[in-house]
């Protein structure tokens, strides 16, 4: 099976809950969606949990790719604030139900915790003030998780004001003086 094949079982497995819902997710009703035997998906993805660990892995690598590395430090963290925050209005149903499917098993979530961890990593070895610079990702996550449980309690203009203000707080942090 090629590399096609895993990505198209993703995208049917990310359209599948999207659709219907994270209940939906079985391998019978990812396979039949992906237009694959499910010992073609098996090959791939041998149980749910791998199936949802490829799904992570996916959203990790695709935002990942999109933040880049830029050498700049100030340009990375301004790119993931407003990554983050722009994808707030782009998270996905499906995205959604991958975050309620690993709140069913923990270990799932350590992909986004080592993520997580190699970007705090980086704020700490070369951010010119890694508080400052903590801060700005920490607040840029809160909004994000809040986003995606459902309990932004701010407004959109409150949230573009917020992400104004932090993406200036990049930029004062790193004037010369």
Known sequence: M???TKQQILDAANHLIEQEGV???TLESVAAAAGVSKGGLLYHFPNKDALIEGMIAHLIQNFDERLGQSADFADWLAA???LTLAD???L???QFSILAAIANNP???QPMADQTAAWQKRIESVAKDPVLATIIRLATDGLWYA???GIRQVSDEMKQAVEKRLLEMIHDSTQSE
Do not use: F, G, P
Request: glycine residues 0%; negative net charge; charged residues 25%.
């Open 23 to 25: 209940s939906a997710l």
């Open 80 to 82: 993931y604030v407003r």
């Open 2 to 4: 090629s590399k096609d």
């Open 88 to 90: 707030m209005s782009l």
């Open 147 to 149: 986003e995606m449980l």
């Open 92 to 94: 996905s149903q499906a």
């Open 107 to 109: 270990d799932l979530v």
